[in-house]
């Protein structure tokens, strides 16, 4: 038995296996404790929103429970995104909120992510916290007239569209007609995107758009799980792709070719469209691609790298006021709509760029310099791990290093990123070199020491 993972961004696990009602409602009295303690509030109002897994409503119902038994007012804001959970949080001025997801995991899985007051991933520390309350397992319910009381708000998705259309506006994309295939895997992603899209004036395919849960492929949208949409794309002879996970905080764009151009271009493009009128700082992890930086520089703009993480990208993105930031992995952060991974924002920007430049999905990317990224990942305990991460300082000392996540090795040609894993005994390697360029000499090199570390 896998077990239950319980980390910065939440709690996740195989349903029926180490995640059931009794886990869920702990967890969500954890929550609720902790921000009674810090808010030193004796009523809470927290928002729940679930995706679309067949065990989300199991899973909910037990979060609610457990988030009234402690007192809180609860307020379901139903099956919507988790970047609409994040909006609605602020608009009904909650004390933070719940998501029920498991983003881009199978099916088996499911889990609770947590949010803020503002709408943002908790910091370390506050995740930190919760796990303590959790596994502690003390909690302190209340009398029976003072059990919070739940109540429904289904405005998320009109919400969350209106902030898009005020950051974006219809006139600037709905002239061109672009055709857009979407496949939102039975997600969330489908109805508000489809809703967007009309608005915009998009002659518009969906695949796999109802809300079931019961995924289509893989939920991941990584180019193998995708071909259909690839296929759809070439076959209809639309304009452009896009995949969303089950969550749709991520995005993954197809080209007018049917082309996967990948998750790591979907940041690229939007931050392309934001500086090309809006200077300013654009915030990133340190596994993102140096694309960013390409894009940035030719704007005459700055580029922060955060270790990896949606809260350390948004809550540095808050601090210098950034215009444009996000995740490689496809997640796009617009403060003006809200300080979480947003597909549907990342949408609009990537059509208003296509619309205002006048150029297809490719010759925009044509234009953006190339570069080949590999993801690896070996077995290594923490004691492996500290050994491989020195041998390498020591190996590659020339280089540029950054060690505020693992260490990043910055070179010419490109750069590696050894960090270890939030929720398994793993060491992960990221790299990423210019097309044409001699990785192996550093690649093998580093896998060198990995091997004679881990035996």
């Not at 929103?49 to 067949?54: L, Q």
């Not at 518009?204 to 849960?213: E, V």
């Not at 006048?358 to 290594?380: C, D, H, Q, T, W």
Request: aromatic fraction near 4%.
């Amino acid at each position: 038995m896998q077990d239950l993972i319980i980390s910065i961004s939440g709690l996740r696990g195989i349903v029926g296996e180490n995640l059931d009602a009794s886990v869920a409602l702990r967890y969500a009295c954890s929550f609720a404790t902790f921000l009674k303690n810090s808010k030193g509030k004796k009523k809470l109002k927290i928002a729940v929103g679930t995706d679309s897994r067949p065990s989300g409503d199991m899973i909910k119902s037990a979060v609610m429970a457990g988030l009234s038994s402690m007192g809180a007012e609860v307020i379901d804001v139903g099956l919507v995104t988790t970047p609409t959970v994040g909006i609605m949080i602020r608009e009904l001025v909650c004390d933070g909120g719940l998501v029920i997801t498991a983003s881009h995991n199978p099916i088996e899985y499911n889990g609770i992510k947590l949010l803020t007051s503002k709408g943002i991933a908790p910091p370390i520390g506050m995740a930190q916290k919760v796990k303590e309350l959790y596994e502690g397992g003390e909690f302190s319910a209340v009398s029976s007239v003072e059990c919070g009381r739940i109540t429904v708000d289904h405005s998320g998705d009109a919400n969350h569209i209106k902030k898009i259309l005020e950051c974006v506006k219809r006139n600037q994309i709905a002239p061109q007609r672009f055709r857009v295939v979407l496949d939102s895997v039975n997600g969330t992603g489908g109805r508000p995107t489809k809703r967007l899209l009309s608005i915009y004036g998009c002659r518009i395919t969906a695949l796999n758009d109802k809300p079931t849960g019961m995924f289509a492929h893989n939920p991941e949208p990584r180019e193998e799980n995708l071909a259909s949409l690839c296929d759809a794309v070439k076959k209809l002879g639309s304009d452009i792709g896009f995949a969303q996970d089950p969550d749709a905080d991520r995005l993954a764009v197809v080209d007018e070719n049917g082309r996967y151009i990948g998750e790591e271009y979907t940041l690229a493009l939007a931050a392309k469209n934001i500086l090309a009128h809006q200077k300013g700082t654009v915030v990133t992890n340190l596994s993102t691609s140096r694309m960013i930086d390409d894009i940035a520089r030719e704007a005459g703009c700055d580029v922060i790298r955060t270790p990896v993480g949606e809260a350390n990208v948004a809550q540095t993105m808050l601090k210098v006021n950034s215009p444009i930031g996000g995740e490689g992995n496809g997640g796009v952060i617009d403060l003006r709509v809200g300080p979480i991974r947003d597909s549907l924002i990342g949408i609009a920007l990537i059509l208003q760029l296509c619309a205002v430049t006048g150029k297809r999905v490719s010759e925009l990317v044509a234009e953006i310099p190339a570069y080949e990224m590999n993801k690896e990942k070996f077995n290594a305990d923490k004691k492996q791990a500290d050994k491989i991460l020195t041998q390498a300082k020591k190996a590659f000392k020339k280089a540029e290093i950054n060690e505020s996540d693992g260490c990043r090795f910055d070179f010419e040609e490109g750069w590696m990123h050894l960090r270890t894993s939030n929720t398994e005994p793993v060491i992960r390697l990221i790299s990423e070199f210019k097309k044409g360029a001699d990785s192996a000499k550093y690649v093998e090199k580093i896998r060198a020491i990995i091997e004679k570390a881990t035996g």
